[in-house]
């Protein structure tokens, strides 16, 4: 009855149960040095998945943000302008303006212990060292929060680590980059269509 009146004397905005909300959140360095970088393949897996549904992105509060659909879902993808090593405010502050659950939310995350773009999807984890996660479970209070996690490889030589991961994507990887990108963004979708046990039989 509630929802029926406030169609009827609020037609403006669209309600939206909580339970079928997400907030899928692809990390990354924003300005133009990072971009096309490992690093910040979070933000490209949350673009494919703007781009295919023809979603525009604006300029919001600690971040970029667009919103999709996928079946009766709604998925509003941020992309944290906050600097990897701050995530987690910008996905503290959205969860909770948007009022999105914990278990709706999914970060999408660069691994170099998996090989280059394989996925594995987890509910949750430790950080495994990566700063963006570690800056989430400090803001979030632990560790339970589901993760894609995209992987970059290790092809670095001892010491150079860190050039690697804010490396761009060399000739071999762009060839084979885009097909791994649906993949993800398939997997990202599955996620909030059919839940998390499924999705990792499906896609890990």
Same mark, same amino acid.
């Given at each position: 009855m509630l929802n029926f009146l406030k169609k009827i004397f609020f037609p403006s905005k669209e309600l939206i149960d909580p339970e079928m909300k997400y907030l899928i959140v692809g990390l @990354? /360095?924003? @300005? &133009?040095?990072? !971009? /096309?970088? +490992? *690093? /910040?393949?979070g933000f490209d897996v949350v673009e494919k998945l703007a781009e295919d549904a023809g979603a525009d992105w604006s300029s919001k &509060? *600690? @971040?970029s943000l667009?919103?999709?659909? *996928?079946? @009766? +879902? !709604?998925?509003i993808l941020l992309k944290p302008n906050t600097f990897m090593n701050l995530s987690g405010k910008a996905v503290n502050h959205w969860l909770q303006k948007e009022k999105i659950k914990r278990e709706n939310l999914l970060i999408i995350v660069d691994d170099l212990n998996l090989p280059f773009g394989k996925l594995r999807l987890r509910p949750k984890g430790s950080d495994g060292g990566h700063n963006g996660l570690k800056s989430i479970a400090q803001s979030l209070g632990g560790q339970n929060y589901a993760r894609l996690r995209f992987g970059i490889g290790d092809d670095f030589k001892q010491g150079r680590q860190v050039d690697f991961v804010l490396g761009k994507w060399d000739s071999d990887e762009k060839a084979h980059l885009q097909e791994y990108l649906t993949k993800a963004s398939d997997a990202v979708k599955s996620f909030a269509a059919i839940g998390m046990k499924? !999705?990792?039989?499906?896609y890990n």
């Open positions: @990354g /360095n924003v @300005g &133009s040095d990072y !971009t /096309n970088t +490992r *690093h /910040n393949v &509060s *600690h @971040g667009a919103t999709i659909k *996928h079946k @009766g +879902r !709604t998925l499924f !999705t990792m039989e499906k």
